[in-house]
């Protein structure tokens, strides 16, 4: 199941719940991301994404890894729009018989979703703002998949 959306959430309730509707998973594995002001003075980021498309890049990539995998359940959460630091940015649920399948499977949407899910997120500060590129260490954690 995938989600894109402008509203907060609560990453608890919606564990609770894909938990509970996760038929056959010996284990369930989550992964829950916040907005963080790494360098100082970020007041908020600004995350756009093309209705359509992102969802079906990201449904793809949730399609590989329930068949890779084999998952029983799969979730994505994602928001756009203005978000302040401290705030939930998005969530990857995945639930399988057994926990090593449901940990590499959550890893490899985090990866992706990093890397490869259509979303431009611009960082705006007191300083100005600037578009987020992105980094090394993202491209090349792919490398293992």
């Not at 018989?97 to 259509?118: G, I, N, Q, T, W």
């Amino acid at each position: 199941m995938l989600q894109v959306q402008a509203e907060a959430f609560d990453p608890g309730a919606v564990l609770n719940e894909f938990t509970e509707s996760a038929g056959g998973a010996g284990a369930v594995v989550s992964f829950t991301g916040i907005v963080r002001d790494a360098g100082g003075g970020l007041e908020y980021m600004e995350i756009e994404h093309y209705p359509g498309m992102t969802e079906k890049a990201i449904g793809a990539m949730i399609e590989e890894a329930t068949r890779r995998w084999d998952l029983t359940a799969c979730r994505v959460v994602h928001r756009h729009g203005r978000l302040v630091p401290g705030e939930v940015i998005m969530m990857v649920a995945t639930a399988a018989r057994h926990r090593v399948a449901a940990f590499e499977a959550a890893e490899y949407l985090m990866d992706y979703l990093k890397s490869r899910a259509p979303f431009w997120k611009k960082e705006v500060g007191a300083d100005g703002a600037r578009w987020v590129e992105s980094r090394q260490e993202d491209e090349a954690a792919l490398e293992r998949w």
